[in-house]
């Protein structure tokens, strides 16, 4: 089974985005910040994130910067989540090492795209 840890800070969109993932089959685990992700990952070890960019503590921004600099996940397959939708918003997502984006509020069927393409990759 497909293990994705979902960081994002707003309790109803992570209790939200939780329950419609679990229902196509994926086990989820999560965090609020960024620094919960990083010992999450270390210790879990999920096969995707999805990260939201507009964290307290550790934004995603820096938090990616992190795995990327990191042998052991530089390669993790990393979805960022925004409200921001401007076009350099997703190339500074980009930079800082994710590998797609998706802009808030989720299209749901998109997201799930974008999963499986990372998955099968």
Not at 8 to 24: A, F, H, P, S, V
Not at 33 to 56: C, W
Not at 60 to 80: D, F, K, M, S, V
Request: glycine share 4%.
């Amino acid at each position: 089974m497909t293990r994705i840890l979902l960081v994002e800070d707003n309790e109803m969109n992570r209790d939200m985005l939780t329950r419609r993932l679990e229902r196509k089959g994926f086990t989820i685990e999560a965090a609020g910040d960024g620094e919960e992700a990083l010992k999450k990952i270390a210790a879990s070890q999920p096969d995707l994130v999805l990260m939201d960019m507009n964290l307290p503590i550790l934004n995603g921004w820096a938090t990616c910067r992190e795995l990327r600099a990191n042998p052991a996940t530089q390669t993790l397959p990393i979805i960022a989540l925004t409200a921001h939708a401007m076009a350099e918003d997703e190339q500074k997502a980009r930079a800082a090492g994710c590998n797609d984006y998706t802009t808030k509020p989720i299209d749901f069927p998109l997201l799930l795209a974008k999963i499986d393409n990372l998955l099968t990759a």
